[in-house]
């Protein structure tokens, strides 16, 4: 009985595993600069000093979502704040690696 409760367990625990869809990759830098125009509502972002980063710059479409100290901050809060961020992350696309989310 041990036995089949235990490969039933296995399995279902497999099952689960196999189902796992990564939503976001996060990549944390040393201090990021933010270009953005409001005409195309397309934007750069380029992380300084970053060990993790694959790119020299990472694009966004439209305003994207800003957490500081754990508040939600409107984008154009972000934009005047952002060179105060100490250590920002930036979260990414996984297939497209444009900025989802930046959090400091």
């Known amino acids: 009985m041990k036995l089949i409760l235990s490969l039933l367990l296995l399995t279902i625990a497999n099952l689960s595993f196999s189902e796992l869809i990564i939503l976001e990759e996060a990549v944390e830098t040393h201090g990021i600069r933010v270009e953005y125009s409001s005409v195309s509502k397309r934007g ?14 990472y694009e966004f479409n439209g305003p994207i979502a800003v957490t500081r100290e754990g508040t939600p901050i409107s984008f ?29």
């Open 76 to 104: 154009e809060t972000f934009l005047v704040d952002y060179p105060n961020a100490s250590y920002p992350t930036l979260l990414l696309d996984p297939k497209s690696f444009n900025v989802l989310r930046v959090v400091y």
């Open 44 to 57: 750069f972002i380029y992380p300084n000093r970053c060990d993790l980063c694959d790119r020299k710059v």
